[in-house]
């Protein structure tokens, strides 16, 4: 079975530049998650989808940061303008419902802001 | 809003020593989970408690839950080199399906 796939690994930009994420979840699974982990913390969690509908985006900084899971599948997470305070690894998740049940991560991708 | 805090920070323990980290969350919880984080790696899920005093096993690793639902704790015995890496639970919270996760314990384990 395919894990959750990310990309891009690593990316590197300037403050108030904008930068994308993309993630594809395990087949199968209806709900998916962004994390923000930052160094030496526990991953944060951004935004949760059940199915393309947002369960919870409480600590989504919606002046900045915009996701979406247009067809239920995949999602992409959108930073414009990325500040310093950005960088951090950006977890996707996913599983197969909300509440309980165990979340499988990707590889993340490492954005440094400089 | 709900915290879930981990203690200790940051263990360095022998190889063949015991080790323990422990969660406290300021809320009663529905469920726990714990994850395990290698160096330059993701979270990997390792368990989730649902009742009241639970304990589990996997191998080396004992893992409870508390009787008021608020604690948890996770019991490695005899570390190997191969446990090193950082250790999350995770709360769940009744109706909120959002899942907090602890700031973890950072396991280095020496040959």
């Known amino acids: 079975e395919a894990g959750v796939a990310q990309s891009p690994r690593y990316k590197i930009i300037e403050k108030r530049q904008s930068v994308a994420f993309w993630c594809n979840p395990i087949s199968g699974h209806a709900t998916l998650y962004w994390y923000q982990q930052i160094l030496g913390q526990g991953p944060k969690l951004l935004i949760q989808?059940?199915?393309?509908?947002?369960?919870?985006d409480s600590q989504l900084p919606k002046d900045r940061f915009s996701a979406e899971r247009l067809k239920g599948v995949d999602s992409t997470l959108k930073i414009q303008p990325a500040k310093l305070e950005d960088s951090a690894v950006y977890l996707c998740?996913?599983?197969?419902?909300?509440?309980?049940?165990?979340?499988?991560f990707g590889p993340g991708t490492r954005l440094t802001v400089t | 809003g709900q915290q879930v805090m981990q203690i200790p920070q940051y263990q360095h323990v022998q190889e063949g020593e015991d080790f323990t980290t422990y969660c406290n969350s300021s809320t009663t919880l529905s469920n726990i989970q714990w994850y395990k984080q290698r160096p330059g790696g993701h979270p990997v899920f390792l368990i989730q408690l649902v009742k009241s005093g639970e304990v589990k096993k996997q191998k080396r690793l004992t893992f409870q839950f508390g009787e008021a639902k608020k604690n948890s704790s996770l019991h490695i015995t005899a570390t190997q080199t191969t446990d090193v890496g950082t250790y999350f639970c995770?709360?769940?919270?009744?109706?909120?399906?959002?899942?907090?996760f602890g700031k973890g314990t950072l396991l280095t384990v020496n040959p």
């Open positions: 998740a996913s599983s197969l419902g909300t509440g309980g049940y165990e979340q499988y």
């Open positions: 989808f059940q199915n393309n509908g947002v369960v919870d």
């Open positions: 995770a709360g769940l919270r009744g109706s909120n399906y959002k899942l907090t």
